[in-house]
């Protein structure tokens, strides 16, 4: 029985590889050098304040359940619906006049379809957290 001894797999070191390991070493070491103690004091509390306020908000029930609620597609659509009307509306108001007030200006306000539906929305929203606030208080929270 004859035993073969394997011979280990060539290692070729080239100069590109010895470059790319000393301009690694160099960067590396420039931002060590960089990193001042004051810049690190200021990255680890920055670090640690971004931890505290991690945990205050998972432990927050009511922006854990707006978050969920945020998460169903159509309260996404809503909310792509609500900043393009934000978009738009700060558009129309940088370029129109200034209201002039009064009745009639705020009578023809009132005739708009859009307007109205704003009115709507807004209605809508009032009644559904009302229900929502006593249901809360009726359960005792």
């Known amino acids: 029985m004859t035993i073969e001894k394997e011979t280990p797999p060539e290692v070729t070191v ?4 010895l470059e790319g ?7 590396v070491a420039a931002a060590k050098d960089a990193m001042t103690d004051d810049m690190v004091s200021r990255l680890a509390s920055a670090f640690s304040e971004g931890i505290t306020l ?3 908000l998972t432990r927050n029930d009511g922006l854990v359940h707006l978050l969920q609620e945020l998460d169903r597609p159509e309260n996404q659509h809503f909310l792509i619906c ?3 009307a934000f978009t ?5 108001i ?19 379809p859009g307007t109205q539906e704003g009115l709507r929305l ?20």
Do not use: F, Q, Y
Request: with cysteine; net charge positive; glycine share 12%.
């Open 14 to 17: 080239n100069a590109s590889n």
């Open 21 to 27: 390991l000393a301009e690694l070493g160099t960067i």
């Open 54 to 56: 991690l945990d205050r």
């Open 82 to 84: 609500l900043s393009n």
């Open 88 to 92: 738009a509306a700060s558009r129309d």
């Open 94 to 112: 940088a370029i129109a006049p200034p209201a002039k007030g009064g009745v009639v200006g705020l009578c023809k306000l009132a005739c708009k």
């Open 122 to 141: 807004v209605s809508l929203i009032g009644e559904h957290l009302s229900e929502s606030m006593r249901e809360l208080h009726r359960r005792g929270g």
